[in-house]
C-alpha cells in the first residue's frame, strides 16, 4: 500500500503539522529562519508524526495536543539526523545537500540543539508531565544508542543482541516516544498505550534492521545518499554480522575495520552480501519484527487507524528508500 | 569575598548537588560513564546552580525540588560548553583536556546531546509546567544566541546593541533560568521572582563582559585556557568593538577578520588593548550591569542569600579566571 493510503486516516491533520512545521521556521533571524526552513522542508516520510497522530485515534482524539506533540516528534527526529550528518560529514541526504554541507559543522550543531529546545518547548505546551518525562528520556535513549555505536565504531566483535540493543534504542525509542505520547494525550487506557508502545518498539527495530539492508542493496538514487555509508562510518550492521558469520575467514568487513578504510573492501562486502542468502536472512528477522509488532494490534478498537498501523508495518518492510 | 563565602548560605545543598552529579554518571555504559565523571568533575565555579538555590531562599525552600533544578542548571551549562569545545576545536579549558580532546568532535556532541536530556529529565521531576517551559526555552535562547555569533563570526561590523543582544542570549538567558526556576520553585511572589530574574540578567552580562575582557588580559595559567581564543574564532566582543572603534585606521581586529588569520594581529590587538583605556571602559560597563543587577535586592527579604546576591555580583568583576 502506499504511504498516502496508509496516512489516509489522519491525512488532514498531518497537513496541519506541515503547516506547524513551517511556523517553527518563522523567526527573528533571517539566517536561522532560512535553514529551518531549508531543513524541515516536506521530504521526509513522517512516519513518526504520523504514528503520534494515528495513536491518538484509540480513545479521545484531542488535536490540540497531539499537534504539538507530532511536531515535536518529527523535530526530535530532525535535530538527531542533522547531528548524525555533522558527525559522519555527510554531505547527502534525501537526495539534498544536508545541513551539514550547507552551512559547515558549527552551524549544524547548533541548529540541532535549537531544534531539541523547540521540540521540548512544544510537548511542554501539552503540559502532560508523562511525556514532558518520557520527551526527554527518548532522547536520552537516542544519543546514549548513538554513543554506544561510537564506541564501537571499527569492532568487528559485536553480538546479535548489541546491535538489537543499539538499534532498540536509537531508532526504537523515538517510534515508542510517537506512540505513547499519541495513547497519553488521547488518554487512553493503560493497556492500549502498553500495546502501542509494543508496537513501536517492534516496528521501530524493523524499520532500522530495512535501512541497514538497504545500505547494501539500495542504489544511490534511491537513498539519495551513497551505499555502503554504514561501513565507510564502521557501523557494525546485522547484514554485516551475518558477512562476517558466514566467511569467518578473508572477511572484507575484518579487513576494512582493520585498516579503517578501504573502498575495495566495502564493494567486497556490498557484492557478497547482494549475492548472498543474507539479504534474505535480514528481510525475515525484519518481517519477524514486524510480525510482533502487530500481534496484538487485535486487541485496540477495530478502526481505519488499526489498519493503518498494520499497513505500515507492510509498508516498512516493502519499502526502497 | 571568596567565593566559599558567598556560598555560605547554600554550602550544605551545593555538597548534595556535587552527590548528584556524581550520580548523573553512573550509567550501566562503563565509557559513558567515564565521559560524564570527567565533565561533571567539581572543577567548575557552580555559579548557576548556587544562584538557583539562593534564589530559592526568598520564600518557601524546597529542596526536593531546588535540588534537581540547580543540577540540571549546571548540566545544561556543562553540555553548551561541551559543544563549544567540539565546535571551536578547543583542546583545553580549566587547565583540562576537553572532552572533544579526549573523544573526539563525535562523541563530544553526543555527550552533549545526552547532558541536555539528563537535564530536561532532571527538570522534569520539579512536575513545573513553568520552570520546564523556562528550560526549553532557555536551550532555545542559547542556541540562538551562538548561532547569532556563528552568522557574524569575522564580521567586523557589529553593533554594540548587537552585542549586548547576543550575550543576553548565550550567557544572560541561563543566569535568568537558575534564578527565575529557584524563586518559582520555592512559590516566591511574583514581584520576587521579577526581581531575580532582572539581577540574572544584569549579572549574565556583567559576568559575559569580564569574560571577554578575561580573554584579553588573563594569562593562560588563570584562564585555564589560550588567551586571545575569541579573536582566534572570530568572534567579535566588547573589547574588539572598542578597538575598533578607537583605532578607525590600520586596526588589527579588522586585518585579522579580513584575511581569517594572523598571530601577529591577534597579539598586536591584545597589546593595544591591554596598553589603553578599553579594559578600564569594559569594567566600567560590566560595573554598571552589576549595579543594575543589585539595584531592586533591596525590595526582597534581608536574608543572607540576599548578601550572597549582592557579594557574587562584586565577585563577577574581581574574578581573574
Redesign the interface.
Known sequence: MELSSIYQPVQEDLEKIEDKLRSVSR?D?P??SE?LEYSLKGDGKRIRPVLTLLSGKFCNYDLDSLLPMATATELLHTA?LI?DD??DNSPVRRSRPTVYKVWG???A??????L???A??L???T?N?RV??L??????A???G???Q??NAFNPEQSHQQYFQRVSKKTGALFCMATESGSVLSQAPEESIQILIEYAHNLGIAFQIVDDILDFIGTEEELGKPVGSDLTQGTLTLPAILLLEHYPRDNPVRRLFAKRDGQDDIKRAIELVRNSSIVQECYQIASDYCAKACQKLKLLPDNSSRQSLIALADFVISRKK
Do not use: W
Request: proline fraction near 0%.
Open positions: 523567526v533571524s539566517q536561522l535553514m538527531t547531528h555533522a558527525i559543522e558549527e552551524k550543531i547548533l541548529l540541532g540543539d535549537y531539541f529546545a523547540e521540548g518547548a510537548t511542554a505546551t503540559r508531565l514532558i518525562k520527551f526527554a528520556n527518548t532522547l536520552k537516542i544519543s546514549s548513538e554513543l554506544n561510537a564506541f
